[in-house]
């Protein structure tokens, strides 16, 4: 047996992009449905402001796409380590496909209502709960130890490029096919993702306990993962201020939108968030040329989201679109730069058969203090800040009015600021914490180079998953 498994070692070290070209292959499906999916949501996020001229719609729009996956990834976890994940990733991505088909229909019979909106990104959310942890869980099993960084980084590469081609499609494409043709590309690039993963193989992970899987709940495989991250406070820890920067982050971010349609059109949102894809396409794309640093990690993570803070602190400075642009351009490009290596951080710390339930656990607790950021976003923009920069406002005479400028939306720029500068000040908290700062050190790789054919299986040794934005 374990002539056998130097076997392998050695033909995974002559080849080590073996299980790249099939990761690839889901890749290219996952991105084509993302356009897809993306064109229609360009539409609906121009179409809500029309209806209601407010920040809170956008803000309950987010709340609804984010809630089911604090709720549900417990579940969902368990289930990816306990049934096969590519049947999990079928399952998921076509009932997506039918939440997107009917939201193109809605549009297209003009028979769209505002709470409709809310109930279509619930439905998605729940579906995307779903097929998020078999996702992740199945990067391990397809690619080296030593490529997941670059892997994880491609997952947000095609984020990126989605982020880019969707608003520069859906301008386009209207004028010259309308909705309609949109639907039918919609079509297509789902049959283009579902076959993708209809022909190719996804290794499952040899489970350490058979016996055991047979007679334990779904409930207690839920409680697994809390109990490995609870015995590495390390990782916990790192999760703990993921919540943070995505409690900070999003209470802004949601509100882009609103702030450039303040001032200008949907045109100039479209090139805000253009920018935006830009910004997460060129650092994706850098990490995953550079496929990350060999040794600490963990100083990179932090330090990439400090210097992403920066680009709320200049989108919030002007009512300018220049500024906006720069400042999301800034805020995105080093987004990648800390989720690629904090998600291959996690991916060689876990054991492949856990990766399921830890990453959902994971991506539960990072992802807990965002629908408070939702909630609060709108009645902070509507009821808080933008009356206090308006003409007569309480700092309208003030330095702070002085400084941003006073008119509509300039409440939305005064929290953009704040944002950045509570996400300096936590990334600062993090990184005085030693058991964040030396996770590399203290806990060991329980991913190693043992490969099956196509991808990793796991060691014989017990040891040990956006946005915006970070995810943990």
């Known amino acids: 047996?374990?002539?056998?498994?130097?076997?392998?070692?050695?033909?995974?070290?002559?080849?080590?992009?073996?299980?790249?070209?099939?990761?690839?292959?889901?890749?290219?499906?996952?991105?084509?449905?993302?356009?897809?999916?993306?064109?229609?949501g360009f539409a609906l996020g121009v179409w809500i402001y029309q209806q209601t001229g407010q920040a809170t719609p956008f803000a309950l729009t987010a709340l609804f796409g984010t809630l089911p996956r604090v709720l549900l990834s417990p579940v969902a976890g368990a289930v990816s380590d306990r049934w096969n994940r590519k049947r999990i990733m079928l399952v998921a991505d076509s009932l997506s496909g039918l939440v997107t088909l009917a939201t193109a229909i809605l549009l297209l019979t003009g028979d769209m209502q505002v709470w409709m909106v809310y109930l279509i990104s619930f439905f998605g959310a729940v579906f995307a709960s779903f097929q998020a942890p078999a996702y992740s869980a199945s990067i391990v099993m397809l690619v080296r130890k030593d490529q997941l960084t670059r892997a994880n980084s491609m997952v947000q590469l095609g984020e990126a490029i989605e982020s880019i081609l969707t608003p520069l499609l859906a301008g386009a494409l209207f004028g010259l096919i309308g909705m309609?043709?949109?639907?039918?590309?919609?079509?297509?690039?789902?049959?283009?993702?579902?076959?993708?993963?209809?022909?190719?193989?996804?290794?499952?992970?040899?489970?350490?306990?058979?016996?055991?899987?047979k007679q334990t709940s779904v409930f207690k495989d839920i409680s697994i993962g809390w109990q490995f991250l609870s015995a590495h406070r390390g990782l916990l820890g790192l999760l703990m201020y993921f919540a943070g920067v995505n409690f900070f982050a999003n209470i802004s971010a949601v509100m882009v939108g609103p702030l450039v349609l303040s001032f200008s059109t949907a045109t100039?949102?479209?090139?805000?968030?253009?920018?935006?894809?830009?910004?997460?396409?060129?650092?994706?794309?850098?990490?995953?040329?550079?496929?990350?640093?060999?040794?600490?990690?963990?100083?990179?993570?932090?330090?990439?989201?400090?210097?992403?803070?920066l680009g709320f602190i200049i989108a919030g400075w002007q009512p300018s679109l220049t500024f906006i642009a720069v400042g999301l351009f800034v805020l995105l490009f080093f987004i990648p730069f800390g989720s690629g290596p904090s998600s291959a951080v996690f991916a060689s710390k876990v054991p492949p058969d856990l990766q399921g339930r830890v990453f959902s656990t994971r991506s539960m607790i990072s992802l807990s203090m965002m629908p408070f950021a939702f909630l609060l976003s709108g009645i902070f923009a509507d009821q808080v800040f933008n009356p206090l920069l308006v003409e007569g406002g309480a700092l309208a005479d003030t330095f702070v009015g002085r400084w941003i400028g006073v008119g509509p939306g300039r409440g939305i720029g005064l929290m953009l600021i704040l944002s950045g500068l509570f996400l300096l000040v936590i990334?600062?908290?993090?990184?005085?914490?030693?058991?964040?700062?030396?996770?590399?050190r203290e806990i060991p790789d329980a991913v190693h180079e043992a490969v099956s054919e196509g991808g990793m299986v796991a060691g014989d040794e017990q040891g040990k998953s956006p946005p915006v934005v970070a995810k943990g």
């Open 268 to 309: 100039s949102m479209g090139f805000a968030q253009m920018m935006m894809g830009l910004g997460m396409f060129l650092g994706s794309l850098l990490m995953s040329i550079w496929g990350g640093p060999k040794g600490d990690r963990i100083k990179l993570i932090i330090g990439a989201i400090s210097l992403s803070s």
């Open 1 to 40: 047996m374990k002539q056998k498994v130097k076997q392998k070692v050695n033909k995974s070290k002559k080849n080590p992009l073996k299980g790249m070209k099939t990761f690839f292959i889901i890749w290219l499906g996952q991105l084509a449905s993302m356009i897809g999916s993306g064109l229609i």
């Open 180 to 213: 309609r043709g949109i639907i039918i590309i919609d079509v297509v690039t789902y049959f283009i993702a579902i076959s993708t993963l209809i022909f190719v193989h996804i290794p499952q992970p040899k489970r350490q306990d058979e016996e055991a899987k």
């Open 427 to 440: 990334s600062a908290i993090a990184y005085a914490n030693p058991r964040i700062r030396n996770i590399e």
